[in-house]
């Protein structure tokens, strides 16, 4: 028993510290959504729990789980199976009889006895609820004690941010805030480039500044599809399995499809810039194109923990 107990523990540590992350991971919308799935696993692991726990007490004692089921059958005291004696039941008949024919008050009697009501403690008390019952505390107490130990963990999402804030200061960027709405990158990308004061396409100088903000991805995301269609031995080695260059070029520029390293490549040779990464994990700045990125240094940020949906970039620019 001890040993179920012990892994228990550890299950509901484990689902703890699983519930601690997803809620310090929520977005108001997402808020409701995760707290009503937290709330049903730990009601799975309880009820799994207690199943396995009455399983093993009746495995281990198997006359105690009988004596249990048939208490939770009935809480009326067991009856002997000898019959009252016919004699006895009609002198208590007759005795009744005069009680409720007196004209005295049964209750200041003092020459007849009180009929007393039966006592609640005659019952057999039922063992198989007061099991129920320790067991609930026990996993109340291991639940508090996951709880606790979750609460003392550091905060991933919290490291990250001090981290990269510290690295903002040390290389004098502001960071400018980008929807996570999957075209990210390229908006962040867009967001440097204009930041440098280089043009996003021909076709944008004729735009008016609102409306580049407002579809500078559009542009990033033709630029990086034509350039990585234009250097097929670059990128197909680089490609999923199954997946086909024009397939692929294909989600680039049309769809909502996360860009990653092999995207940000292909547009910092297209623009011909360095783009520089900061992110709070390894050497905190990276760079890429350096050699042949001459026009401009494009500053990203890239998050792995700060966004409930996931991997993030912003863009960043100089004080």
């Not at 919290?158 to 990210?184: S, V």
């Not at 076709?203 to 995301?221: A, D, I, N, V």
């Not at 670059?234 to 997946?243: M, Q, R, S, V």
Request: glycine share 8%; charged share 30%.
């Amino acid at each position: 028993m001890e040993d179920l107990l012990t892994l228990h523990r550890k299950q509901l540590r484990d689902l703890q510290s699983v519930i601690t992350q997803k809620k310090k991971s929520a977005t108001k919308k997402t808020r409701r959504g995760v707290n009503d799935d937290c709330e049903r696993l730990e009601r799975e692991l309880k009820e799994k729990q207690a199943s396995e726990i009455v399983a093993l007490e009746k495995e281990l004692n198997p006359n105690s789980a009988a004596d249990d089921d048939e208490n939770e059958g009935s809480s009326e005291p067991v009856v002997g199976d000898n019959p009252e004696p016919e004699g006895e039941k009609e002198e208590q008949d007759i005795s009744s009889k005069l009680q409720e024919t007196t004209l005295e008050d049964p209750t200041t009697a003092t020459n007849h006895e009180r009929i007393e009501p039966p006592s609640s403690s005659s019952k057999k008390p039922n063992r198989a609820k007061a099991r129920l019952a320790r067991r609930a505390a026990q996993i109340d107490e291991i639940t508090a004690q996951a709880q606790q130990e979750a609460a003392a963990q550091p905060n991933p999402r919290a490291i990250e941010a001090e981290r990269m804030k510290q690295l903002f200061a040390e290389n004098g960027l502001t960071e400018i805030q980008i929807a996570p709405d999957g075209h990210c990158l390229y908006s962040a990308f867009a967001a440097g480039l204009e930041g440098a004061g280089i043009p996003l396409s021909d076709e944008s100088t004729s735009s008016s500044s609102e409306g580049t903000k407002q579809r500078g991805y559009t542009f990033t995301r033709k630029a990086a599809g034509r350039y990585i269609e234009s250097h097929p031995d670059d990128f197909t080695p680089f490609l999923e399995e199954g997946e086909t260059l024009d397939g692929h070029v294909r989600k680039v520029t049309s769809t909502a499809e996360w860009g990653g390293q092999m995207e940000l490549l292909a547009l910092a040779k297209e623009y011909g810039v360095t783009v520089k990464v900061v992110q709070a994990q390894g050497v905190g700045v990276t760079a890429m194109n350096e050699e042949e990125g001459e026009k401009a240094d494009v500053w990203l940020a890239y998050h792995r923990k700060g966004y409930g949906l996931g991997e993030h970039y912003n863009a960043l620019r100089k004080k």
